[in-house]
């Protein structure tokens, strides 16, 4: 018998097997406008058009960096599927965008069905806490390529907006407030400066002010904010919203705001995770550094006008978030840290 794919490192029927273990968690994440099955060659999706007569589709894309070298290292593989999703996700919500529906992309040295599965089933996970569909997605074996262990992972969300509602900061203004809502940690930004800080340190050490391994506590999954998001914009009209992703702080608000205007943030107006005092005290880290590379507790913020803040604070409430009054927005540039 002549060469085979299997000879090569590609086996065909390890991805049928790893295609039939996802389906049920795919089929999970639909929603009104899924159109068609898992296995066509592309995703169909048919918008509400009466939800959104004048429909703008926002797309967002985006991977989960290096955080991926400790799911590798410590074989857990449940949860980066949630970051994929929810770094897509976030970035739509922030435009105004309901999310629709999520692809990905899996890359893999060696196609192993069980890890595949488990990979999906976070990003299912990240789906359904979005609301949005998986409709489809790519699992590429590339032998020689990648580690027969290790594997890469990408994702794309569509959203939809009205083109009267796209939030775009020109409406921001001198006075409006900055609420926050709290990160679930470091997310998944700042990666490489974390390896680099905690070299040398077994993922599996227990820091006494973190009360579980440090790997676990870095792995936690990023939070995604569409059911609070999408509940605040049927209520109130925001002018300006921001994702807290690499950059931190100082490089991601000022992207949302109009020439001229700046933020005032007090630092005193929420409590910093102990996972970043950590990032700090053990790579000597100064604190300029650590605002502009990670969220520092916050990962998601909401710059309302005065006379709604009031309402967007009970609707988080009811939400069951603990909405935090970080700042305002001021005549400047930048942001200013009090």
Known sequence: MGQT??????????????????????????????????GGFGGLFAVDTQKYPDPVLVAGTDGVGTKLRLAFDLDIHNTIGQDAVAMCVNDVLVQGAEPLFFLDYLAVGKLIPDKVAAIVQGVAEGCR??????????????????????????????????????????????????????????????????????????????????????????????????????????????????????????????????????????????????????????????????????NMGIGYIFIVHPQDEQEVIRILKAEGEEPIIMGTVVPGQGVKYL
Not at 13 to 25: C, H, L, M, S, T
Request: with cysteine.
């Open 129 to 294: 806490q979005a609301g949005c569909a998986l409709i489809g997605g790519e699992t590429a074996e590339m032998p020689g390529f990648y580690a027969e262990q290790e594997y890469d992972i990408a994702g794309f969300c569509v959203g939809a907006v009205n083109k009267d509602k796209i939030i775009d900061g020109s409406k921001i203004e001198s006075g409006d407030i900055l609420i926050a809502l709290k990160s679930s940690g470091v997310h998944s930004n700042g990666f490489s400066l974390v390896r680099k800080v905690f070299a040398g340190c077994p993922w599996t050490k227990e820091f006494p002010e973190l009360g579980q391994p440090l790997g676990h506590v870095l792995l936690t999954p990023t939070r995604i904010y569409a059911k609070q998001v999408l509940a605040v914009l049927e209520k109130v009209n925001i002018p300006g919203m921001v994702h807290i992703t690499g950059g931190g702080l100082t490089e991601n608000i000022p992207r949302i705001l109009p020439q001229g205007l700046g933020v005032e943030i007090k630092t005193s107006s929420w409590e910093i995770p102990a996972i970043f005092a950590l990032l700090e005290k053990e790579g000597r880290v100064d604190r300029d550094e650590m605002l502009r590379t990670f």
């Open 5 to 38: 794919y299997k000879d090569a490192g590609v086996d065909i029927e390890a991805g049928n097997q790893a295609v039939e273990k996802i389906k049920p968690a795919v089929a999970g994440t639909w929603r009104p406008g899924v159109l068609g099955g898992l």
